[in-house]
T-cell receptor, first 113, second 117 residues
Framework: GQQLNQSPQSMFIQEGEDVSMNCTSS?????WLWYKQDPGEGPVLLIA???AGELTSNGRLTAQFGITRKDSFLNISASIPSDVGIYFC?????????????WGLGTSLAVNP | DAGVTQSPTHLIKTRGQQVTLRCSPK?????VSWYQQALGQGPQFIFQ???????QRGNFPDRFSGHQFPNYSSELNVNALLLGDSALYLC????????????????FGEGSRLTVL
């Protein structure tokens, strides 16, 4: 199935470091969503972006909707051990009742205390 | 406010059997989508239900079918199970466009882990 290009695939960082990951697509989306998934759990929505160029923060998380509408990035500042998990980007062409999400393969984050 | 609930959480089936997974959407939500997530992969869209009808479908065979009930809950049925159907099946709920509070955001349940032997 269709998937987005998400990088890096995995990261191993020290507690307190900042993290950056990004997602690109060959097609345009009008919505970008960032989710975090812990083992054995469903994805949990972190940030939703609806406008090209939009920069949105949620605590230590900041995400931006790329101007071209084909990319997005997520930054995590001052990482802590509970940030460990898999982060997924998802693109959506939200119109009418369309809710289909196209997902990246995920960025696996490990934080060394 | 109850979130998305799915059942069962884990189940084991053998090839050729049939399985039914269940989902109750978040309170106030009327649209249910189903995703399949293989190990190490991102979720893949199976289909979406709104007003008790399948509205969109991903690239999955007819062995995958679903249903939505008047209370917005939903079932995913998979017939003639294959080994490759082993995955985490995620249900997501959202609001339909017509509800006017449309943000496109999907809220996920914890998933049903299906193992086919």
């Amino acid at each position: 199935g269709q998937q987005l290009n998400q990088s890096p695939q995995s990261m191993f960082i020290q507690e307190g470091e900042d993290v950056s990951m990004n997602c690109t697509s060959s097609s345009i989306f009008n919505t970008w969503l960032w989710y975090k998934q812990d083992p054995g759990e469903g994805p949990v929505l972190l940030i939703a972006l609806y406008k090209a160029g939009e920069l949105t923060s949620n605590g230590r998380l900041t995400a931006q909707f790329g101007i071209t509408r084909k990319d997005s990035f997520l930054n995590i500042s001052a990482s802590i051990p509970s940030d460990v998990g898999i982060y997924f980007c998802a693109g959506q062409n939200y119109a009418g009742n369309n809710r289909k999400l196209i997902w990246g393969l995920g960025t696996s984050l490990a934080v060394n205390p | 406010d109850a979130g998305v609930t799915q059942s069962p959480t884990h189940l084991i089936k053998t090839r050729g059997q049939q399985v039914t997974l269940r989902c109750s959407p978040k309170s106030g939500h009327d649209t249910v989508s189903w995703y399949q997530q293989a190990l190490g992969q991102g979720p893949q869209f199976i289909f979406q239900y709104y007003e008790e009808e399948e509205r969109q479908r991903g690239n999955f065979p007819d062995r995958f079918s679903g249903h939505q009930f008047p209370n917005y809950s939903s079932e995913l049925n998979v017939n003639a199970l294959l080994l490759g159907d082993s995955a985490l099946y995620l249900c997501a709920s959202s609001l339909a466009w017509a509800s006017g509070a449309n943000t496109g955001e999907l809220f996920f349940g914890e998933g049903s882990r299906l193992t086919v032997l």
